[in-house]
């Protein structure tokens, strides 16, 4: 979307100077080879990508055609509120693994994800807890008992 | 030192009369197409774990083994490329590119076969490769010094940058993105924390893997989700596994090229099946009439990543024999085996262990035939994997992700690292950046700032080194070829039919 690149192009732009000018706040060696210095990079990273920046911002007002790609599918509220609502599970189970345990939350975790996810008329709770199950059976011994992988010890 | 000798290669033939060797060679590539199909188990993970297991074992045994996993795990990664579009291990990267389209056309058992059977192709050439090539290619990686690993390393981000499918410029972006990232940490020379933001956990920078799983893995379930085909089910062409022979003829070409490709990439130290993959995929769309093609699901885009990629694996043994430089992050676990068996790579292996290092090549030939016969005859009962519901298979495909990410170091902040990595990825593909030159430049980017002080510290801060080194120039100028040659291109042939329609009237 052509409004997309160009706010992100100047975002980018306003970003890479930035980051220049942090970069000069790195200490810096005079009698060594710039190079080896630890700003050097950053900042020629920078300058870099303030070009590019500056590029993209003229190829998309250069582009006369409308927009060629549309990356925001047609997803309804449903499907946006749903990859939310997996992103929460997604970022809770790290945490239920170091407080409550390894299998608790696998299982929890699988099995609202599953029912979530599935389309109620096909498949009933009964059929989504067993899979639930067998699928954190699976995991628990490819992990714990084939590769031996510590988990943090919770609850359980 | 003459190394090519019959000797050579038949002094450890005698241990294949042992019925265990095949035993081993078959789980070794059970195990490498199960830990490479699945997204959050890696070649260089299942390589690790199993080395372990084989502390008891004889070394032949362990090495038919471990190498069955190597060349199987490599080839596994593009299973899960194709059926769910999520690479099983970064070497199936570009395999995705028409894999997954492939299977969206519900041709998945065929994209498997294809990529079965030039997996096998690649790993065969490779390994003949290997056999006959081994001391003139290690010498020449020998060669390499600071300035060429730059200009490799810049070879690699505008190579990625070029085959992305949105804009180049988007691609470099990215790109520069992955190598900032890839700076995050402590300053190796000075140890200074660079954007640490005070987490001790940076201090050796971002973890590889979770931020490959989280912008591969995470990224393409949140869009599957939003895009509501997390309930779509394709049923598939079971039947007609491989396209006929004609097909493969065809490309015998390019796949050979890609073949020649992968043994190269492979025996330069620290590059891998990921870049060969790419860079073979994008030689092809480049210069293959069915260029314009690439990304819409053909055969072509299948075949020669597959090819190249298990191309590598011959190409990194290269220099992890003979001279004890691993050529990829595989290799570099080999070592380790090697070790532990009280073996050292290098010469004196050729010269002194010649029945095991025999044993090798014909392990891994093997290895291409177990691999190929459990592929093909397998192929059916993955692409089966594909009825599943995605409903059930996503819950599961998300758990790999996690606990794989928590599996490497252990650490609860990888699995944090995966997670962003997979929003800021699900944020960069709606906004039209392609999110492989992230990669990339993650693990390129150390490469590069390293050899470039080195450059430096070498030729006392002279630039004008990259370019009076041959090899370094050669480099260069294929650098600015990739960057600039579409432009010079296009610019040329609008002035030509300027100069036509002028002309015409």
């Known amino acids: 979307m052509k409004k997309y690149d160009i706010i992100l192009s100047c975002v980018l732009f306003i970003g890479s100077i930035a980051l220049y ?18 700003g050097f990079y950053p900042q020629f990273l920078a300058i870099i990508m303030g070009v590019l920046a500056l590029l993209l911002l003229v190829t998309t007002l250069r582009k006369k055609f409308k927009d060629i790609e549309n990356n925001w599918k047609q997803g309804s509220i449903k499907s946006i509120r749903l990859t939310f609502f997996t992103l929460i599970m997604v970022i809770i189970y790290p945490i239920g693994l170091q407080y409550i345990g390894f299998l608790l939350t696998t299982l929890f975790f699988t099995f609202v994800l599953i029912y979530v996810l599935s389309d109620k008329s096909k498949y009933d709770v009964r059929f989504m807890s067993f899979v639930s199950f067998v699928i954190t059976l699976i995991v628990f011994f490819v992990f714990d008992i084939i590769l031996n992988i510590p988990f943090p010890r919770g609850i359980f | 030192m003459e190394f090519l000798s019959f000797e050579l290669y038949l002094a450890g033939i005698h241990f294949f009369s042992n019925p265990l060797i095949y035993i081993y060679l078959f789980l070794g590539t059970m195990i490498g197409i199960i830990f490479g199909s699945l997204p959050g188990l890696t070649s260089t993970m299942a390589l690790a774990v199993f080395v372990p297991f084989t502390f008891g074992l004889d070394p032949i045994l362990s090495f038919a083994f471990l190498l069955a996993i190597y060349m199987s795990s490599v080839y596994g990664g593009s299973i899960s490329a194709i059926l769910i579009n999520i690479p099983g291990t970064p070497s199936a990267v570009a395999t995705a590119m028409d894999g997954y389209p492939l299977c969206q056309k519900g041709r998945a058992g065929e994209a498997i076969g294809v990529a079965t059977v030039s997996s096998a192709l690649g790993g065969l050439i490779s390994v003949f490769f290997l056999a006959v090539m081994a001391p003139v290619i290690a010498d020449f990686a020998l060669e390499f010094s600071a300035q060429e690993y730059v200009g490799l390393a810049l070879l690699g981000i505008s190579v990625i940058a070029m085959i992305s499918s949105t804009s180049m410029i988007k691609g470099l972006i990215t790109g520069i993105i992955g190598l900032f990232i890839g700076s995050i940490g402590l300053d190796t020379i000075t140890g200074y924390p660079r954007f640490v933001f005070s987490m001790p956990e940076l201090f050796d920078g971002l973890s590889l893997i979770p931020v490959m799983i989280g912008m591969f893995g995470l990224t393409e379930i949140f869009e599957q989700i939003a895009n509501q085909q997390h309930l779509s089910i394709i049923p598939q062409k079971l039947a007609g ?8 003829l065809r490309l015998k070409w390019s796949l050979l090229r890609a073949s020649i490709v992968g043994v190269i990439i492979g025996a330069i130290p620290a590059t891998g099946g990921s870049v060969a993959a790419v860079v073979s995929y994008a030689l092809e769309k480049r210069f293959s009439k069915r260029g314009h093609l690439f990304g819409t699901g053909i055969i072509d885009g299948v075949a020669v990543p597959e090819t190249a990629n298990n191309a590598t694996v011959g190409g990194a043994l290269v220099p992890m024999l003979t001279l004890g430089i691993p050529g990829d992050p595989m290799t570099a676990v080999l070592i380790g085996a090697l070790i532990m068996h009280g073996l050292r790579p290098g010469p004196l292996l050729f010269t002194q262990q010649m029945p095991f290092v025999s044993s090798i090549f014909i392990s891994l030939f093997l290895s291409v035939a177990f691999m190929l016969v459990i592929g093909l005859v397998g192929a059916r009962y993955f692409a089966k994997l594909i009825t599943i519901p995605k409903s059930f298979l996503i819950p599961a495909i998300l758990l790999f992700c996690l606990i794989g990410s928590y599996a490497i170091n252990n650490s609860i902040f990888d699995v944090g690292i995966l997670i962003v990595s997979g929003i800021i990825g699900f944020v960069l593909k709606k906004f039209g950046f392609p999110v492989q030159p992230i990669i990339l430049g993650l693990i390129l ?10 450059s430096m510290i070498l030729s006392d801060g002279n630039w004008s080194t990259f370019i009076t080194r041959p090899i370094s120039l050669v480099l260069f100028i294929i650098v600015a070829f990739v960057l600039f040659a579409p432009y010079v291109l296009s610019f040329i042939k609008n002035r030509y039919l300027h100069l036509v329609k002028l002309i015409k009237g």
């Open chain 1, 21 to 38: 000018f942090y970069a000069e706040t790195f200490p810096f060696n005079e009698d060594k080879n710039i190079v080896l210095n630890p």
């Open chain 2, 241 to 248: 596994l491989l396209p006929p022979l004609s097909e493969f």
């Open chain 2, 445 to 454: 980017g150390p490469i590069f700032e390293e050899n470039l002080r080195r």
